[in-house]
Nanobody, 124 residues
């Protein structure tokens, strides 16, 4: 069982930055792939970024590539999402997810564990 707690969301102006954190419980954190997903009002949940268990591979949605950076610190059982050059269309609830399986790193259904979400609002 893994519990995930996100933090770092908030209100920021367009062009600004935020860093989200996701703290995980459990002693096997370093064997889990981790992902960030988001859901905007009236829209489906969508993939944002993911990172392999070792941190050696990262994956990004085209909409955030070059602006967002995902990283992990296995010693702290924490993953991060650095979000720069934020746009109003980045406004959403951001969810952290974890799973021990190797497949489907960018697919929401491939993750068993989810956090409660943190709101990110970007004003124009």
């Amino acid at each position: 069982q893994v519990q995930l707690v996100e933090s770092g969301g908030g209100l920021v102006q367009a062009g600004g930055s935020l860093r989200l954190s996701c703290a995980a419980s459990g002693r096997t954190f370093n064997s889990y792939k981790m992902g960030w997903f988001r859901r905007a009002p009236g829209k489906e949940r969508e993939f944002v970024a993911a990172i392999s268990w070792s941190g050696g591979s990262t994956f990004y949605a085209d909409s955030v590539k070059g602006r967002f950076t995902m990283s992990r610190d296995n010693a702290k059982n924490t993953v991060y999402l650095q979000m720069n050059s934020l746009k109003p269309e980045d406004t959403a609830v951001y969810y952290c997810a974890a799973d021990s399986r190797l497949r489907g790193i960018i697919i929401a259904s491939a993750y068993d564990y989810w956090g409660q979400g943190t709101q990110v609002t970007v004003s124009s």
